[in-house]
């Protein structure tokens, strides 16, 4: 992922969003990672998490979502799904529009 969202980034936003119980001692958690990974996206943390994991319905780690510049959810996959060729994939189809 970090190899193709450069090319994409001007087009598409992207955020890596972290869900705790302790959010504020966490997202910097989740920050730091970010960085020692050298991962080029911003990370966020939702300001009522279980508000937004039921509106979302997220009910498994690593949930991926994408949503058009409507807010509608144009992809959706669970831990280990979404692979680089469907990344690529969904931010053209998005940077597109």
């Given amino acids: 992922m970090k190899d193709i969202y450069p090319e994409f980034a001007e087009q598409v936003s992207f955020y890596a969003v972290g869900t705790f119980i302790k959010a504020v001692e966490d997202v910097d958690r989740l920050e730091a990672h970010r960085q020692k990974n050298g991962f080029p996206w911003p990370v966020a943390n939702p300001v009522n998490e279980r508000e937004a994991l039921a509106n979302l319905n997220v009910a498994s780690q690593s949930t991926k979502i994408a949503f058009d510049s409507r807010g509608v959810i144009v992809y959706r996959d669970g831990f280990g799904g979404g692979d680089v060729d469907v990344w690529?994939?969904?931010?053209?189809?998005?940077s597109s529009q």
């Fill in 88 to 94: 690529k994939q969904v931010f053209s189809d998005l």
